[in-house]
């Protein structure tokens, strides 16, 4: 993931960086467990 290599920096450039980069994701994280809700639900049909 992108958001791993800017883990082992000491300090972001940007405040805004690691905003987007929390935001990127929890939006990965919740569209991942969407779609494994979803190929769950047509696997049960």
Same mark, same amino acid.
Do not use: C, H, Y
């Given at each position: 993931?992108?958001? #791993?290599?800017? *883990?082992?920096?000491?300090?972001?450039?940007?405040?805004?960086?690691? *905003?987007?980069? #929390? *935001?990127?994701?929890?939006? /990965?994280?919740?569209?991942?467990?969407? /779609?494994? /809700?979803?190929?769950?639900?047509?696997?049960?049909?």
């Amino acid at each position: 993931m992108i958001t #791993l290599g800017n *883990v082992g920096r000491d300090q972001p450039s940007e405040p805004q960086e690691t *905003v987007r980069n #929390l *935001v990127g994701a929890g939006g /990965a994280i919740m569209f991942g467990m969407w /779609a494994f /809700a979803s190929s769950g639900v047509k696997k049960r049909r």
